[in-house]
């Protein structure tokens, strides 16, 4: 066994090469560059013929070096940088190059426990990808909404009666975009409002046009025009901005449908015949599950990835996804269950919602949530239990390749409590 420890970054690596008997043989800096990646590539290989043979320690699971080292068929094992630091020694002295030499000596180290790397696929990773930025533009989408409230109470309060409770409306930020300013807005005719309406696609024009009328001429502060003018280009610039956000939100929806094997079209998503391309493995299974839609679901199966095989024990994928407690006891201190920190945070926030929200779909996850609360667990506490739960329940569903029957499961778990006393 070659064992290959590499202390990563932007520019260089440093890469320590050892073996079992002398250990760390030697520890070179190589570029972060194509050339450089493949003449380190080739010197492995001269020195270890078989690629999985070779184990290479690394303090990342992604990036074009570890993509590299995958496709030369070595054993890529990503661990946390914290356990690298504490084995740096009682002085804790933070040094690249014993980084790297720890690195390797951890590869070599056939008792440490570690899992070498399962890449995703090609759907796996275009879905997790896809997952993680429409995550992340809806976060962009709330910060720019309430950006969005603040400077309309601040300049054009009418709109935010004209809006009601869905400001981020497309017909009301299409609204804002072309008047941003309540003066602009009072010279533009009803007709050409209901027009105007009728164009955004919006259901009742009339309507809408008599609504912004009537909180046109409401009672509603007046800012100063110097507040007004400064405002104006910024309200525009945030309404283009959230209405390029829905766009392309939505097609990130009918994409990832499409990966999950459900591709969509129309405003009732009605799901279409055709399959265009690969999809995600068991996609249907994750669709099967209450709460799971198109995003949601593309959330929780990309972060899984394809291979479920990878979690040996329904607990290590809620190890993996924090949703397993942490216990601390240790001889007379206090019993102490807490919430797991090191986990995949992209999992465990859509886990987390994903219990949120089965609890208006699935009656037997309502129970589990009031038994919770009633034993006095906080209202965060009881969806990570929930999520707990669920996560077994999909683990031993995409194992056995079955969906999700929720008629089934009552039954199980009804058959399961009438046995535990007579168990006891």
């Known amino acids: 066994m070659l064992g ?6 932007e520019e260089f690596h440093l890469v320590a090469v050892g073996r079992a008997g002398p250990g760390v043989t030697e520890i070179a800096r190589v570029a972060h560059t194509p050339d450089a990646v493949a003449a380190l590539i080739d010197r492995i290989h001269g020195l270890e013929p078989v690629p999985d043979q070779v184990r290479v320690v690394i303090e990342t699971s992604h990036g074009m070096l570890v993509e590299a ?12 940088p914290d356990l690298i630091a504490r084995r740096r020694g009682p002085a804790r ?3 690249d190059a014993e980084d790297a030499r720890i690195a390797c000596l951890l590869a070599l180290d056939e008792h440490a426990g570690l899992r070498p790397l399962i890449p995703h696929g090609e759907v796996g990773t275009e879905l997790r990808a896809i997952a993680r930025d429409d995550e992340r533009a809806a976060r962009d989408q709330r910060r720019l909404l309430n950006r969005l409230r603040a400077d309309l109470i601040d300049t054009f309060p009418a709109a ?4 009601g409770d869905d400001l981020g409306a497309p017909t009301m930020l299409r609204l804002l975009e072309r008047w941003p300013t309540a003066a602009a807005l009072t010279q533009v005719s009803e007709q050409e409002l209901a027009t105007f309406a009728r164009a ?3 259901g009742w024009p009339d309507r809408f046009a008599a609504q912004v009328r009537a909180a046109l001429a409401g009672d509603v502060f007046t800012a100063r025009d110097a507040l007004i003018r400064a405002k104006t280009d910024t309200i525009k610039l945030t309404a283009t901005q959230l209405l390029l956000i829905s766009q392309q939100r939505r097609e990130w929806e009918k994409r990832m449908g499409q990966l999950l094997g459900t591709p969509r079209h129309g405003r009732n998503h009605q799901p279409d015949r055709e399959q265009p391309g690969p999809c995600f493995p068991d ?11 198109d995003r949601l679901a593309a959330r929780v199966a990309g972060e899984i990835g394809e291979h479920i095989e990878q979690f040996t024990t329904a607990n290590a994928l809620a190890c993996y996804a924090g949703k397993a407690p942490v216990t601390r006891r240790s001889g007379k201190s206090q019993y102490v269950v807490s919430c797991r920190l090191s986990c995949n945070r992209h999992l465990r926030d859509a ?19 009031d038994a919770q609360i009633n034993r006095g667990k906080s209202h965060h506490a009881a969806l990570r239990a929930l999520g707990n739960r669920w996560l077994e329940i999909l683990w031993h569903c995409v194992r056995t390749g079955t969906p999700y029957d929720e008629a089934l499961h009552a039954a199980n778990r ?3 409590i009438q046995e535990l006393p007579a168990a006891a």
């Open 283 to 293: 996609g249907e299974i994750y669709l099967s599950f209450p709460g799971l839609g």
């Open 4 to 9: 290959i420890g590499i202390d990563w970054a």
């Open 200 to 202: 955004a696609r919006h």
């Open 69 to 80: 080292l995958l496709d030369a068929g070595f054993q890529v094992v990503p661990v946390n």
């Open 351 to 369: 886990v987390q919602q994903w219990a949120f929200c089965s609890l208006r779909y699935s009656r037997w996850a309502r129970q589990y949530y």
């Open 93 to 95: 002295k933070k040094d």
């Open 160 to 163: 935010l009666v004209i809006a």
């Open 414 to 416: 009804a058959h399961a």
